[in-house]
């Protein structure tokens, strides 16, 4: 499934595009994300932690700097994963893309996400509003770190801290919003017709 979505930080694009390839001190903005290690300056293996309603999943896997292209401001990142205990796999192909803004920099992301195994179940809808959340998140947490990162401060502990609970309920907040929002815009519409 394909998920668009983009978010700002308040900081010139060289300097995000800068902090977005340290990915030792970026990786930990993302809400149930460890990194376990460095292979090399484009390979990282790490955990994934995510809650999916009443479900709690953790991937362990292998993500892949495969293209980054510093005029362009593009860097695309492969990424595969298994559960620790269950079946399931997960693929994501992830490109962000920055360009500056008057206010900073926008960071555009393009994420091809294929999930089999428990975290399939909750369809597209949920896996959306569960990825929009942690992206949101996560550029929270890149505009707190940045200055830190600047002034050569170690990270903050509390940055990247988010509960899986609180990531859960803000999401089935957001699907309710949209089934209320489709059920009542559609009821609406009719009515407006049959006038």
């Given at each position: 499934m394909?998920?668009?979505s983009d978010f700002e930080v308040p900081a010139p694009v060289e300097r995000v595009w800068a902090y977005l390839l340290d990915v030792p001190r970026m990786a930990p903005n993302l809400p149930g994300t460890e990194l376990t290690e460095v292979v090399d300056e484009d390979t990282y293996r790490g955990r994934v932690s995510v809650r999916m309603?009443?479900?709690?999943?953790?991937f362990g896997g292998t993500a892949r700097i495969v293209e980054r292209d510093e005029a362009g401001r593009k860097v695309v990142l492969?990424?595969?994963g298994a559960e620790e205990k269950g079946k399931g796999q997960a693929a994501l192909k992830l490109t962000a893309t920055l360009t500056r803004t008057s206010g900073g920099t926008l960071v555009e992301v393009v994420q091809?996400?294929?999930v089999s195994g428990a975290a399939a179940q909750y369809g597209r809808g949920m896996i959306t509003d569960v990825t929009t959340v942690l992206l949101a998140r996560f550029a929270d947490n890149v505009a707190a770190d940045i200055p830190r990162w600047t002034r050569g401060e170690e990270r903050s502990a509390t940055s990247s801290a988010a509960s899986g609970f609180a990531i859960g309920l803000t999401a089935a907040l957001t699907a309710l919003k949209r089934v209320f929002w489709r059920f009542f815009g559609s009821t609406a519409r009719r009515r407006a017709a049959t006038r």
């Open positions: 394909l998920i668009t309603g009443p479900v709690s999943l953790r492969d990424a595969v091809d996400l294929q």
